[in-house]
């Protein structure tokens, strides 16, 4: 098993940017979760999928983060405009739906907004 | 508003010590518990998760338990490594599939 694949790894870039955060889920998970963490405000969930249909993205800082999952396999997080406020580590995660199945980690992508 | 508390936020202990992480919990109305690890630059792997309905849960070397009615949990570390050195995070999901993370606990065994 693969385990959940995220990409870029590391992103840098300027203010203004467009950034695009990709994510593979594991296969057969129903439940996909974007989360940010830095070391002011730790983790915290931005957006969750439940069978590719977001449930509550009430996490989500404000309009210019959107969330898509065109399908069971892959899910972008975007932020447009970027800025600098925007630097953290993004992680996605994945699980099965509503059971106590753990949720597995990606290894995060480290966005830098100079 | 689920919050979720760790203490201590750090810790340093010699290797061979048995240490115990708390977490503690404002909303008991919880689906369950999970203990993470994070290394530096990686993701959580999970360590251990206890339903709302167990009391608490073991694998090798460490042991979680669950005092939901009190808010608390403990993960428990016997014979520590220098291998262990690493955050803890606790986190709580509620029944609508929302996780609550507390900051962590950063451990540090010595050998």
């Known amino acids: 098993d693969a385990g959940v694949i995220q990409s870029p790894r590391h992103e840098v870039t300027e203010m203004g940017q467009e950034v695009t955060l990709r994510c593979k889920p594991i296969s057969g998970h129903n439940s996909l979760f974007w989360y940010r963490q830095t070391m002011m405000r730790g983790l915290e969930l931005l957006i969750y999928f439940n069978n590719n249909v977001p449930i509550d993205d009430s996490g989500m800082p404000e309009d210019r983060f959107s969330a898509k999952m065109p399908n069971a396999s892959f899910s972008t997080l975007k932020i447009q405009p970027s800025e600098p406020r925007d630097s953290a580590v993004y992680f996605c995660?994945?699980?099965?739906?509503?059971?106590?199945?753990?949720?597995?980690f990606g290894d995060g992508t480290r966005l830098s907004i100079l | 508003k689920q919050e979720v508390t760790q203490i201590p936020a750090a810790l340093s202990v010699p290797e061979g010590e048995n240490l115990v992480l708390n977490c503690s919990f404002t909303?008991?109305?919880?689906?369950?518990l999970q203990w993470f690890r994070q290394d530096p630059g990686k993701g959580l792997t999970s360590l251990l998760l206890?339903?709302?309905?167990?009391r608490e849960q073991t694998s090798g070397r460490l042991n979680a338990s669950l005092d939901k009615s009190s808010g608390r949990s403990t993960l428990y570390i016997a014979a520590s490594q220098p291998g262990d050195s690493a955050t803890y995070l606790c986190a709580v999901k509620d029944n609508n599939n929302d996780m609550r993370f507390g900051a962590g606990t950063r451990l540090t065994v010595k050998p």
């Open positions: 206890i339903q709302s309905s167990q």
């Open positions: 909303d008991s109305a919880i689906y369950n």
């Open positions: 995660a994945s699980s099965p739906t509503h059971s106590n199945q753990p949720q597995h």
